[in-house]
């Protein structure tokens, strides 16, 4: 709430604009609160031993560096070239502190040169952070999709805990404590958005702790490809559509699967809270897709490891399938169909085009 009340003072009201999802002026940078406050737990935990390993102090520079970063982009909106510069900086460090990395094996190739991992490793976490705040378009959604991770990720190791350290699970615990607390104020209708600090920050520290538990073999690569699929499909489906059609993937937009279905919804129901109604149910959509959908097939794939391409292109297709049909990366609406149309379930002439890109 202090947050919210200081916003308008640090520069970080967000005026709607026509490649947001909002109607209002709403305060971002609300992330700030969970990171501060996973932060400082963790370095509690740090300080009093609570949980050991040198890797958390990777956790706590590289999640500070991030979340700074961060929030200096959501008052001066830094530069893209500048802001990925450095993310991809602090991922390389963090990621060289954790070296030799495992060897990646599947269907009899084995690739064990740590440097092809470590720069393989670090274009593809880089890409996670980046995705992840795409992703932070509608109410709850990137919140909700963080939680839902990392409750996923400790049922699964605790699952077969056989006496090992849970200083990983502990972590996780702690950051979805922080989050399930913003979600109080982050879900629709949003009272504050996490902003650039509050995503950038869960994507950077979710990709380190799935590659701590790859490196400890608590969970494997596929599970992390599994698990937030909907975030990984969605955001490359989209951003290579727009590659292709010369856009600007880096600028600001409303063709994701996500945010184009959102504002179907609301097209069709038309009626005065029809936007937060849109952004309640694609968010729990999404939620029931990870539980009923990804987890089993995360959890089949640390079963079966061998399995596990096969099982992340079953995970994927549905998925991949979903953004075609829903035009992801594409310009304008998904048009209502003509029952839609005859049951006057449409939205004002002046509402209908300030939703269009």
């Not at 490793?121 to 890409?127: C, E, K």
């Not at 939680?147 to 350290?165: K, R």
Request: charged fraction near 15%; hydrophobic fraction near 50%.
């Amino acid at each position: 709430m202090l947050i919210i009340k200081l916003a308008p003072w640090l520069g970080l009201v967000k005026e709607p604009t026509s490649r947001c999802s909002h109607i209002k002026p709403t305060p971002r940078g609300g992330g700030l609160a969970f990171v501060i406050t996973s932060l400082l737990a963790m370095t509690v935990c740090y300080w009093s031993e609570a949980v050991s390993g040198s890797q958390l102090s990777v956790l706590l520079c590289g999640g500070t560096i991030i979340a700074a970063l961060g929030f200096c982009d959501d008052i001066f909106q830094l530069s893209i070239k500048k802001r990925i510069s450095i993310q991809v900086l602090i991922i390389a460090a963090s990621l060289y502190s954790m070296s030799p990395l495992p060897a990646l094996e599947f269907w009899g190739v084995r690739v064990e040169s740590n440097w092809l991992l470590w720069g393989v490793s670090t274009l593809a976490l880089a890409w996670w952070l980046n995705l992840f705040n795409f992703m932070d378009g509608i109410d709850g959604l990137a919140g909700t999709q963080a939680v839902s991770m990392l409750i996923s990720a400790i049922v699964l190791i605790c699952a077969q805990y056989s006496g090992g350290e849970l200083f990983i699970p502990s972590l996780m615990l702690i950051l979805t404590s922080a989050l399930l607390g913003f979600l109080k104020t982050n879900w629709p209708p949003a009272k504050i958005f996490m902003g650039d600090v509050g995503s950038t920050f869960l994507g950077y520290i979710l990709g380190i702790m799935a590659v701590m538990t790859i490196v400890n073999g608590s969970l494997n690569l596929w599970v992390w490809l599994i698990l937030p699929g909907v975030f990984w499909v969605d955001a490359t489906f989209t951003l290579l559509r727009r590659m292709l059609k010369g856009d600007r993937w880096y600028q600001a937009h409303q063709s994701h699967t996500y945010q184009r279905v959102s504002r179907y919804l609301e097209e069709r129901e038309g009626q005065d809270d029809s936007r937060h109604r849109a952004h309640r149910k694609v968010t729990l959509t999404v939620l029931g897709l990870n539980v009923c959908w990804l987890f089993p097939l995360a959890s089949a794939a640390l079963v079966w490891p061998a399995w596990g391409l096969p099982l992340v292109a079953v995970a994927w297709l549905p998925l991949v399938s979903l953004a075609w049909l829903a035009g992801a990366g594409k310009q304008g609406n998904i048009p209502l169909t003509n029952q839609d149309t005859r049951s006057g379930k449409k939205l004002a002439i002046k509402e209908r085009i300030w939703l269009r890109i």
